[in-house]
């Protein structure tokens, strides 16, 4: 397996291409230069992905729906981020100072990586560069009581869409619902699930995602939350400032976010 770091330099951001442990810096295409010598580890991480759309799918785990009473979809409920949500591994997401009700979902994210216009289910994974770890941060008042049945604002935070900490590349032998997914709150594990639990796979969503509309390259999909998550709990678990948040995705690695108080 070979993963994809997006790293700041001096020159501007890059990508280190890990192949067996090894780093190099990469071209535009994300070959590895062979005139350059190895690097370290990365240091400091820059999401991986610069998407021309974040497609975000609600209610796609069956435990999530059955913690939300919610009746499992006919279609994938689909709404969007901004870009301005976007922020990298062990980067501090801000709360923001109007919402009292932030709550962390743990997600697999699918980074499309030529584009797609009415692919079938069979051959979606062949438009995959590859998938990475998401967070998608959500204001539940905003989402579900103040913002008039649309979940953008809630959704739409600075930093709401935490990324990272690299891709792993996408093969044939790489099964996306085999993954394995885990959140810790403070070091408490709040969310253990397997993307085996998806009600709509990441083919059909992708799928269904190009039906009449042109993923570009780059485009992001977050596939859904199982569950667990803060609004869940009783009472409510929101998230408080000083918390960090840990979204393990087995075989992708980890992503950590602190919150910052209002």
């Known amino acids: ?9 001096p020159q501007g951001p890059r990508y280190l291409r890990e192949t067996a442990g090894r ?23 820059l999401p991986p992905a610069e998407p021309p759309a974040i497609f975000c ?3 796609n785990y069956r435990a999530h729906a059955d913690e939300m009473g919610a009746a499992y979809p006919e279609y994938p409920v689909v709404f ?15 709360l923001p100072k109007v919402s009292q009700k932030v709550d962390y ?10 584009s797609c216009h009415d692919v079938s289910v069979q051959t979606a994974l062949d438009h995959v560069l590859g998938y990475t770890i998401a967070n998608d941060v959500s204001a539940r008042d905003w989402q579900k009581e103040w913002g008039g049945g649309q979940f953008c604002r809630g959704k739409s935070f600075d930093g709401f869409c935490p ?15 085999t993954f394995q997914l885990t959140t810790r709150v403070n070091g408490k594990q709040v969310q253990a699930s397997n993307t ?22 780059g485009s992001l999909i977050l596939t859904g939350t199982p569950g667990g998550v803060g609004m869940g709990c009783s009472p409510p678990n929101w998230l408080q400032g000083g918390d960090r948040v840990t979204i393990g995705i087995d075989p992708i690695g980890e992503l950590h976010n602190h ?3 209002a």
Request: overall charge negative.
């Open 80 to 94: 969007m981020k901004s870009p301005n949500t976007l922020t990298g591994h062990q980067q501090p997401v801000a």
């Open 163 to 177: 990324l990272g900490p690299g891709l792993l590349l996408a093969n044939r032998s790489i099964d996306p619902q």
């Open 57 to 59: 799918i609600g209610l």
């Open 23 to 45: 780093y190099r810096l990469c071209g535009d295409r994300f070959e590895t230069d062979p005139d350059l010598d190895e690097q370290p580890p990365p240091a400091t991480f």
């Open 1 to 9: 397996m070979e993963r994809l770091f997006r790293i700041p330099t």
């Open 196 to 217: 085996s639990d998806m009600i709509f796979s990441v083919a059909e969503l992708i799928a269904f995602l190009s039906q009449d509309t042109t993923l570009l390259p």
């Open 105 to 114: 979902e743990g997600e697999l994210a699918v980074i499309i990586g030529k």
């Open 259 to 261: 919150f910052e108080p």
